[in-house]
């Protein structure tokens, strides 16, 4: 049986990690290259950074930090924010990154997974879709930071990806975000049941027994938070043996 992974998530504004509220109100958490490394001595699995504003800003990622974080840390480092182009993601692979997420860019022109697979290979591609139920029940795919809405149902979307090349899905549910209430589990299962690639479960962490549910009920392959880890609510080692004692099968 495969471990399931925890994955701590340095959301990145201005140089430092942040935190927000259904993609809203957000505060400063913390230097990103300290909790880098302070993740990983923990017994994180994997680490991810977005760089959230980098899209929406029109720029690159902050490859110096990623340089600097990667030098602090020794697990899979994955990379998002601004990755637009082939080039993009071999400036983040020379400066540490393992893996890249690309979200909005991907979107727009959907055969850039195809040149990433084809190029660095299907386990460097993670396809990260922002998505939000809305009233008539569907998870529609949003763009730039959870700013655009699209009419494209996420399940297609994911799918598609996958076809094109994409190695993991980063789901993150922006109804659950930040609310500590618990993860999407049902769209994480829906997608975790349907494509042959890992489904990483993103937004509403907030107890031990929420992750036990998204790896059950939800049957995600991994489990991203932040504000849980940044603000020091949630220790990485309790979540880890609390989900070996609840049979859960975790990397310790």
Not at 53 to 65: G, Y
Not at 119 to 135: W, Y
Not at 215 to 239: M, V
């Amino acid at each position: 049986m495969l471990t399931k992974r925890i994955i701590p998530c340095l959301d990145i504004k201005d140089g430092r990690t942040v935190k927000g509220v259904n993609f809203e109100n957000i505060r400063d958490a913390g230097d990103p290259v300290e909790l880098g490394a302070l993740y990983a001595r923990q017994g994180a699995d994997e680490l991810v950074f977005l760089d959230i504003t980098a899209t929406v800003e029109k720029r690159k990622t902050l490859s110096e930090l990623v340089n600097k974080i990667s030098h602090h840390i020794n697990i899979p480092f994955t990379v998002g924010g601004g990755i637009s182009s082939v080039e993009d993601v071999r400036v983040l692979l020379q400066n540490g990154a393992d893996k890249i997420s690309v979200n909005t860019a991907a979107y727009r022109n959907p055969q850039l997974i195809a040149e990433l697979a084809r190029e660095f290979g299907s386990q460097c591609v993670v396809l990260a879709i922002d998505t939000k139920q809305e009233a008539d029940g569907e998870w529609y795919v949003y763009l730039n930071g959870g700013r655009v809405k699209t009419d494209t149902r996420c399940a297609d979307w994911a799918r598609q990806a996958v076809d094109l090349g994409a190695g993991e899905i980063l789901l993150t549910s922006m109804n659950h975000d930040g609310t500590k209430q618990g993860f999407a589990l049902d769209i994480t299962a829906a997608l975790a049941g349907s494509l042959p690639v890992p489904v990483i479960a993103s937004g509403g962490g907030g107890t031990m027994d929420h992750f036990v549910d998204v790896f059950t009920t939800g049957k995600a392959d991994a489990a991203l938070a932040a504000s849980i880890f940044h603000f020091k609510e949630i220790g990485i080692p309790e979540l880890k043996s609390h989900l070996h004692d609840k049979g859960i099968v975790v990397r310790q």
